[in-house]
T-cell receptor
Framework: TQLLEQSPQFLSIQEGENLTVYCNSS?????LQWYRQEPGEGPVLLVT???GGEVKKLKRLTFQFGDARKDSSLHITAAQTGDTGLYLC????????????WGAGTKLIIKP | DSGVTQTPKHLITATGQRVTLRCSPR?????VYWYQQSLDQGLQFLIQ???????AKGNILERFSAQQFPDLHSELNLSSLELGDSALYFC?????????????FGPGTRLTVL
């Protein structure tokens, strides 16, 4: 059974600080997606990484896919209150057939 | 706005009742996924349909069923409701032929079972 573990489960920091959240697995994925979910709303796709070692930047957010395609990280520089939300990673690959394997999420709170 | 619509937004009902949640995917998307999210929890995959056919099943209870219609909208039926079924239910859709199965979520239906 494929699993994706996210850490930390919960993170509360001050505005302006940097942070990194992680998404780890013992399985290889052909792609790894990151979503952000705000309270009471549906998740929104932020990025998809597909190549081992790939780095993608979205303004202050930097996403990296591990060389072996088993793990990924999301780094936020100079966090803002608008970054508050639940960050979910999801892996896709041959073993998962047509569905994504979802992590449990990291709940991020940015305090003003 | 993701282009995925879900109705109703909120639903309050009693234990033992049956409800139907409705989802319309983005224009052109053939796949529809249903997820359950309990308070402060991650997403639990329930079921996927592709162009009217069931394609994958997750942790969906026998009391729950779904279908996708010829116009590609989907309905999730929840019966014999229990207090523990109270949750947010999300529908998502993805493009036909998408290599990475990127999903676009609707705003969700909040179900409260009293």
């Amino acid at each position: 059974t494929q699993l994706l573990e996210q850490s930390p489960q919960f993170l509360s920091i001050q505005e302006g600080e940097n942070l990194t959240v992680y998404c780890n697995s013992s399985s290889v994925f052909s792609s790894l997606q990151w979503y952000r979910q705000e309270p009471g709303e549906g998740p929104v796709l932020l990025v998809t990484v597909v190549t081992g070692g790939e780095v993608k930047k979205l303004k202050r957010l930097t996403f990296q896919f591990g060389d072996a395609r088993k793990d990924s990280s999301l780094h936020i520089t100079a966090a803002q209150t608008g970054d508050t939300g639940l960050y979910l990673c999801a892996g896709g690959g041959a073993d998962s057939n047509y569905q994504l394997i979802w992590g449990a999420g990291t709940k991020l709170i940015i305090k003003p | 706005d993701s282009g995925v619509t879900q109705t109703p937004k909120h639903l309050i009902t009693a234990t033992g009742q049956r409800v139907t949640l409705r989802c319309s995917p983005r224009s052109g998307d053939l796949s529809v996924y249903w997820y359950q999210q309990s308070l402060d929890q991650g997403l639990q995959f329930l079921i996927q349909y592709y162009n009217g056919e069931e394609r994958a099943k997750g942790n969906i209870l026998e009391r729950f069923s779904a279908q996708q219609f010829p116009d590609l909208h989907s309905e999730l039926n929840l019966s014999s409701l229990e207090l523990g079924d109270s949750a947010l239910y999300f529908c998502a859709s993805s493009m036909a032929g998408s290599s990475y199965n990127e999903q676009f979520f609707g705003p969700g239906t909040r179900l409260t079972v009293l």
